[in-house]
């Protein structure tokens, strides 16, 4: 009897233990959404994963856990995780600390035996680590030789800051050639020059086509990117200083020895520009100083040094100027209409080498009204599935000045010629002259 009534009390024991643990497995059982038991039925989930989603706490975070592991086999992208998902007021899991954590994520039956830990968000949740598109590494660095895009706010990220609140960066290169030219392209007067003239100009250089052999360093060149923010405003001001040796050679006793390679140091860039947005979404801007002339659209001014193409069908011009203009956008199309007002540039075939030295050009300045330029940009795709590709452009520019030169009267008239044509008609012609139409000799 004994021995029966200790079986007794063990089996009572037994279905007393069995009780909550069947409670639990129900419980367990009734709090997996249906969503997430259709998910295990098709093989999306495992087994291990449902029963990490049914170990939450809530059902929001039963839903966060679900989207994570979602997201981590590539079935909902990022985009669609932070739209459902964004900073929902949810209490942190950490005790009310907001700072980034690491916490083991959710284990998917590939890495079991390796727990991977991921930063968890101050909502108390594992921050999404889905797939990451690939980076696209462009062979050739994209180069657009006139960019459109306006100046962000603050964009610059500057080498040196100034108590002031303004930003610099500066900027350079270094550079030598050594150039070997079979024949001069300059002619016996320009011939000697360490930069490609021109045609070929030809004239008499003699029994060799002189041919010549140049070292230069001149090309160094160094400049700076300015910006400056003012507080509390949609304004942005950035400008932009370069200068290189590529000036002309000097004139005095101490380099006339060595006047070759001290060559003077020339400016070539310096303009400063204003951006904002009218009405708070046109992009506007102004810009004042010099800068690249508005028809010098696509030349590649980072590369060239002296003059790349420089009279061979080049707009090569870099010019004082105020412009201004508007950018429109369309979707990927952006229009950006622009006009300046220019100082007339040109040659001036009568200067001495004293005048030119002084005021450098005089035709220009003398018309008594400036140059006048317009450009309209438009830059689209060639095609959205190319990445690291620069857009397309379509440019069409235009120019209008006035160059009025003097030249002296003397010049127009000689004063042998003058007396020429005087003595000519009012000098008497003899009989003799007269009959045979002939000049008279007095």
Not at 163 to 184: H, I, M, Q, R
Not at 298 to 303: E, M, S
Not at 366 to 384: C, D, I, T, W
Request: neutral net charge; glycine residues 8%; contains cysteine.
């Amino acid at each position: 009897m004994k021995r029966i009534g200790s079986v007794l009390v063990l089996m009572f024991c037994a279905v007393l233990l069995a009780i909550p643990t069947a409670a639990q497995q129900e419980n367990d059982q009734a709090t997996t959404s249906p969503l997430v038991r259709l998910l295990q039925s098709k093989g999306i989930l495992t087994a291990q994963e449902v029963a990490t989603i049914s170990q939450a706490s809530s059902s929001s975070e039963a839903d966060h856990r679900l989207a994570q592991l979602l997201l981590s086999k590539g079935l909902i992208s990022q985009k669609d995780y932070q739209e459902t998902f964004e900073a929902s007021a949810v209490p942190a899991a950490t005790g009310g600390d907001s700072r980034a954590q690491l916490v083991p994520a959710v284990l998917s039956a590939s890495t079991a035996a390796s727990p991977v830990y991921v930063e968890q968000s101050s909502a108390g949740y594992p921050a999404p680590q889905g797939p990451k598109e690939p980076v696209v590494i462009s062979a050739v660095a994209p180069l657009r030789v006139l960019p459109i895009d306006a100046p962000k706010q603050g964009g610059l990220i500057p080498d040196i800051k100034l108590g002031s609140g303004a930003n610099l960066k500066p900027y350079g290169f270094f550079k030598a050639t050594a150039v070997e030219d079979t024949a001069s392209s300059g002619g016996a007067t320009f011939g000697s020059n360490d930069f490609p003239l021109p045609l070929l100009l030809g004239g008499d250089t003699g029994p060799t086509p002189d041919s010549q052999f140049h070292i230069k360093a001149r090309s160094f060149r160094i400049g700076s990117n300015f910006e400056w923010v003012p507080k509390d405003s949609n304004l942005s001001v950035t400008a932009k200083v370069e200068a290189d040796f590529e000036g002309d050679y000097t004139n005095v006793n101490n380099r006339n020895i060595s006047g070759v390679r001290s060559s003077q140091f020339s400016i070539r860039l310096a303009y400063m520009r204003l951006d904002d947005k009218l009405g708070g979404t046109l992009p506007w801007f102004a810009q004042f100083g010099q800068d690249w002339s508005l028809l010098s659209s696509t030349l590649p001014n980072l590369f060239e040094t002296t003059g790349l193409g420089l009279g061979m069908g080049s707009l090569w011009e870099r010019m004082p100027q105020f412009k201004t203009g508007v950018q429109f956008h369309a979707g990927d199309l952006k229009i950006q209409p622009e006009v300046a007002i220019v100082l007339p540039i040109a040659g001036s075939a009568a200067l001495t080498d004293e005048q030119r030295a002084r005021f450098g050009d005089r035709a220009g300045a003398e018309s008594n009204q400036p140059g006048v330029e317009g450009r309209v940009v438009f830059q689209f795709p060639l095609s959205h599935s190319w990445k690291g590709v620069v857009p397309a452009q379509f440019i069409v520019s235009g120019h209008h000045a006035r160059m009025n030169e003097i030249i002296p009267h003397a010049a127009q008239a000689p004063d042998n010629l003058r007396r020429f044509t005087l003595h000519t008609f009012l000098e008497p012609q003899c009989a003799e002259c007269r009959v045979h139409n002939r000049q008279h000799d007095p």
